[in-house]
């Protein structure tokens, strides 16, 4: 069982160096997904996969990128007629996949993760300029929380139908969408039988195998330079947020702004899109509900730091095996 606890105070650790560099036998995938720039290194394996790993990032964003006015998600979230089916091309199977993805974490969140609250913390970073600004709550809580009183899916046979039960129902998935469509990049590759691969998106990282030299170390993300404190990842994730992320979340099963004095929150797990989700949902927590989410969870690999407290006195709150990932100088 994972035991969550507290340290005294905040150790900023620093890596070992590792001089030695190691020449990358394989080759490198670099693009932008959904707004954001990516890098993809294989290790074993010179064989050109970049068309596979285009027709799964394509296949992705057709359906959950919203600057794409073609996209599913734009489709629906301009949609204003109620029960009103939008017929969707699914192909691939992504977005039946990916929906049901999203009910599975926002239960396994307790709902401090949701897809529809999204659309609502994007209202919020617009409106925190303002310090007279007051988010009328009360307001949203008809289009938030997913759930059958927004939407339905309907699949009959190879027909899918994603329909609105209230017209102001929104998604935005494009954090969760772009690391899931890396997990499944990932996924594909490692049918190729490559020996590491290490994918680093917007100050996440996914690694799977064992690299050369330093491959599988990354920042923890601090100010997202090497100089910050480090962690070894292998078959893992890593994501964070900061405070500056947490002025635009919202406690979704409290319908309240976000009251915690975390300042920052990484969580590393075998997979992205888990990382991600829970980096997010964990910051919108207390440090009660933190530990009793893990009394819950407790065979669970979500592993997590988190920096709380005041600029005089900050706190370390950690799981022991995240503490396991850091690299410590000698």
């Given at each position: ?9 905040v ?14 036998q ?11 720039q ?81 659309a ?5 970073q ?53 690391c ?29 195998g ?20 480090q ?87 950690t ?8 690299v410590?100088?000698?």
């Amino acid at each position: 069982m994972i035991r969550f606890f507290i340290l005294a105070s905040v150790i900023f650790l620093s890596a070992c160096q590792n001089n030695s560099k190691s020449t990358l036998q394989g080759r490198e995938y670099q693009g932008i997904f959904m707004g954001k720039q990516y890098k993809i290194e294989v290790v074993g394996d010179s064989t050109n996969y970049e068309k596979e790993i285009d027709d799964i990032l394509r296949g992705v964003a057709e359906h959950f990128d919203l600057n794409d006015t073609n996209s599913t998600i734009h489709r629906f979230n301009y949609n204003k007629d109620v029960f009103k089916a939008i017929d969707i091309q699914d192909n691939g199977h992504f977005f039946v996949r990916f929906y049901h993805k999203m009910e599975e974490m926002k239960e396994w969140s307790k709902g401090y993760f949701d897809p529809t609250s999204i659309a609502l913390d994007r209202v919020l970073q617009y409106a925190i300029a303002d310090p007279e600004f007051t988010p009328n709550f009360e307001a949203f809580k008809p289009i938030v929380g997913f759930g059958p009183h927004l939407m339905e899916l309907k699949e009959t046979g190879n027909k899918v139908q994603w329909i609105k039960h209230h017209r102001d129902a929104e998604w935005d998935v494009t954090e969760a969408a772009s690391c899931w469509g890396m997990d499944l990049v990932v996924d594909k590759l490692k049918e190729h039988g490559f020996s590491a691969i290490k994918v680093s998106m917007a100050g996440k990282y996914l690694i799977f195998g064992q690299g050369p030299g330093d491959f599988n170390v990354v920042p923890m993300g601090f100010t997202g330079q090497m100089q910050d404190p480090q962690i070894r990842l292998k078959n893992r994730a890593l994501s964070f947020k900061n405070g500056q992320d947490k002025r635009t979340f919202m406690n979704i099963p409290k319908g309240t702004w976000v009251d915690n004095d975390f300042q920052w929150v990484s969580v590393s797990a075998p997979s992205m899109l888990t990382s991600e989700i829970f980096s997010k949902a964990f910051m919108c927590m207390s440090m009660d509900e933190v530990a009793q989410w893990y009394q819950t969870n407790g065979e669970s690999d979500v592993q997590s730091s988190i920096i709380y407290g005041t600029k005089e006195k900050m706190d370390r709150a950690t799981t022991e095996e995240f503490d396991r990932l850091i690299v410590v100088q000698p």
